[in-house]
């Protein structure tokens, strides 16, 4: 069963920053076909459409919503099967639940979510 894990979420003061962690697991992963997927950050606050925030192609190339450049760096370790999202610069508008996000091939998973809340 494949499962993404995210961790690293919590509260934290506008100015201050995070770094969200999320663990691919299962034995497909066993023969390294993480480092072929595609990996994203998503995020819902309450009331709004999830968006994406991040994303980090298996050729190591990033995007990223206009709002967090600058203030977010997402990376990728596929030794440990691992996507991270540092961020920066908090600013209470970042508030909301982010989700790990992976895509390969006919492969599309979700993680449970991690809550950010940054008070002002």
């Known amino acids: 069963q494949v499962q993404l894990v995210e961790s690293g979420g919590g509260l934290v003061q506008a100015g201050g920053s995070l770094r969200l962690s999320c663990v691919a697991s299962?034995?497909?992963?066993?023969?390294?076909?993480?480092?072929?997927?595609?990996m994203g950050w998503y995020r819902q606050a309450p009331g709004k459409r999830r968006e994406r925030v991040a994303l980090?192609?298996?050729?190591?190339?990033?995007n990223y919503v206009d709002s967090v450049k600058g203030r977010f760096t997402i990376s990728r370790d596929n030794a440990e099967n691992t996507v991270y999202l540092q961020m920066n610069s908090l600013k209470p508008e970042d508030t909301a639940v982010y989700y790990c996000?992976?895509?390969?091939?006919?492969?599309?998973?979700w993680g449970q979510g991690t809550q950010v809340t940054v008070s002002s």
């Open positions: 996000h992976l895509e390969g091939g006919a492969l599309i998973v």
């Open positions: 980090i192609t298996s050729g190591g190339s990033t």
């Open positions: 299962g034995s497909i992963f066993s023969g390294g076909i993480f480092s072929e997927t595609a």
